[in-house]
């Protein structure tokens, strides 16, 4: 398994992953042809030095995806901490080693640029994800919130 940062053509391939799960398939528009949205999203995110998409690749072939978002802050003595979302496995791969995989590549680049904290949300709808996420290390420790705009 190799790591990247994503590319505008691995869009299609990360939009279906976003959308292949129950919550994904209610807010996510995959297809050939993608909403314009996620292009202008992923030109934002790749002009930021703090922002990334990450792809996993397996004999070429997108495997995983995260975003990874670096965060300044007065917290932890002025630390950095990173931010980990969007993070999704291809169905034919779940259960097999990607995701932890993936989250121990992004902690390692956080370690390596000296984060304090390396941090992530997962919706309550996904209990699958919240065992993962507790087997690899992370531990609940706040009750996140979110005021949706529309």
Known sequence: M???EAVRADL???VRLLADDPLGATRETPGEVIPDAYYAAFDAIDKDPNNAVIVA???GAIAGTMQLTYIP???YTGGERAQIEGVR???EHRGRGVGQLLIGWAIERARERGCRVVQLTT???RPDSIRFYQKIGFRPSH???KYHLR
Do not use: Y
Request: glycine letters at 10%.
């Open 2 to 4: 190799t790591f990247r």
């Open 89 to 91: 496995v291809a169905s």
């Open 57 to 59: 690749e397996i004999d």
């Open 123 to 125: 919706d309550r709808q």
């Open 73 to 75: 802050g007065l917290t």
């Open 143 to 145: 009750m996140g919130m």
């Open 12 to 14: 299609p391939e990360i």
